[in-house]
């Protein structure tokens, strides 16, 4: 793997702040809920043998860029 381009780091600082945004942004309660919602993903996930590092990035962004069903 090569450098990083500059749109590449764009894209990559553009993610980090949003992350960084919904974190500082999440309440005492809805940290609660985030912390159950990721308790019973990786109950689900350590059985299919995902590691829970993609799990959790992966749900961090479905916070950010919720899934939507085109039909």
Request: charged content about 30%.
């Amino acid at each position: 793997m090569g450098k990083l381009t500059d749109d590449e780091i764009r894209e990559i600082i553009q993610k980090a702040s949003l992350l960084q945004k919904f974190g500082e942004h999440s309440s005492a309660g809805n940290r609660n809920r985030i912390e159950e919602e990721v308790e019973q993903l990786f109950e689900i996930t350590d059985e299919l043998g995902l590691p829970r590092k993609f799990v959790y990035e992966a749900y961090l962004e479905h916070q950010v860029f919720p899934f939507t069903n085109p039909f």
